[in-house]
């Protein structure tokens, strides 16, 4: 069999109203998602294997608590959770056709797309993180290029499924972190022991990941079992990228918490409203703090469960090594330096507290003084 060229994304079909019954959202949207593919003459062959599980939300997880960047193109905001409502072992699969001249309409660059192809094969997969899109490449040249795939069909369900339903709409979660041509093939050593193995070739632009399979294994059998490893390795990916802006934006916040007390100290003039304005800053900033330690605690033990969770039956692992270093580049914020430079703010607010209070009761005596004589 010819090999299989595929590129990586993450698509989601995003609910854009609240339901106020929550069975009544797991019952209806992948009922929903079926009908508006259905509903777009390029897409044929729709599967979807469901099992109807959903995540709740939780309260404490960095991904529902604040505002999540959903859509590279629209730069639209969700305060609920970033991918609403979130399936669990889901698995959506459609073949997709789109003409040549659709496609260079779409990519608008000075090159044409290289997919040398006009069908795709499309899986969304959830598993129990972030949802990841395989884009299949049918039957293209072999320097064809699997990204460029992943872009224009992207592009085409955006334009297509726009306006198709009431309360769902198709999103495009990123930018992407991980860039790839990703490519199944056969190895041409005969005598190894091994089923499938991942190679890199670093290039200029987007790597190269080749999937090698022993030559006893049916490409076409062993390919789901790749995609279904791929899926849970790099929707945890996304989702740790999607953390680590999220603790980006959090910290981001309390800089500018701390800017603005800066700046009202350095006013020359002192008066009441300036005073509780200092007092408001520094009880907000001590909160956004604990908030953030607190987050930090959560995300780290969150990290070690889904390690263990998806690296605990000895299964193919293909990304590890790139989870790890993602992890390891997680930037560290000065918490404790804050800290100490906040406390500074907060004790020369009580060392003027102290100091008003001893002026006030000075004149207050005084006041009393002078009325009593006479």
Excluded at 228 to 233: D, G, K, T, V
Excluded at 300 to 307: D, G, I, T
């Amino acid at each position: 069999m010819d090999n299989v060229y595929f590129g990586l994304g993450s698509f989601h079909f995003y609910r854009t109203t609240e339901p106020e019954d929550e069975e009544e959202n797991y019952r209806t949207y992948v009922d929903e998602i079926e009908r508006i593919l259905n509903a777009c003459s390029n897409i044929n062959n729709i599967v979807i294997e469901n099992n109807h599980t959903f995540k709740r939300i939780v309260a404490m997880n960095l991904l529902y608590r604040n505002e999540l960047e959903i859509d590279e193109d629209k730069m639209s905001y969700n305060k609920l959770n970033g991918i609403y409502p979130n399936p669990c072992n889901l698995i959506i699969e459609f073949d997709l056709f789109i003409p040549l001249r659709v496609q260079e309409d779409i990519h608008r660059k000075i090159n044409p797309p290289k997919t040398y192809t006009e069908n795709f094969k499309v899986y969304i997969i959830y598993d129990n993180y972030f949802p990841v899109v395989i884009v299949e490449l049918i039957n293209p040249k072999d320097d064809c290029k699997p990204s460029d795939g992943v872009y224009v069909v992207k592009k085409f369900l955006q334009n297509e499924l726009e306006k198709k339903s009431e309360f769902l709409s198709f999103m495009s979660m990123g930018p992407s972190p991980f860039h790839g041509e990703f490519i199944i093939t056969y190895t041409s050593y005969e005598s190894e022991d091994f089923q499938v193995r991942l190679v890199k070739e670093n290039r200029r632009g987007y790597h190269s990941y080749f999937f090698e399979l022993n030559n006893t294994l049916d490409l076409e059998e062993y390919k789901s079992s790749i995609y279904l490893s791929i899926a849970r390795e790099l929707g945890y990916y996304y989702e740790l990228e999607q953390i680590s802006n999220r603790r980006n934006f959090n910290w981001i916040r309390i800089e500018v918490l701390v800017d603005m007390l800066l700046e009202s100290y350095s006013l020359k003039f002192w008066n009441i409203k300036r005073y509780y304005k200092i007092r408001v800053l520094l009880n907000e900033l001590f909160q956004s703090i604990s908030r953030f330690e607190r987050d930090e605690i959560f995300f780290r033990q969150q990290y070690n469960n889904a390690m263990k969770e998806i690296y605990a039956n000895g299964e193919s692992t293909f990304f590890k090594k790139d989870i790890d270093m993602q992890y390891e580049n997680f930037m560290d914020f000065p918490v404790e330096q804050v800290l100490k430079y906040i406390n500074t703010f907060e004790q020369r607010r009580l060392n003027l507290n102290e100091a008003s209070s001893a002026i006030i009761g000075g004149v207050v005596g005084a006041l009393l003084t002078i009325l009593f004589a006479k």
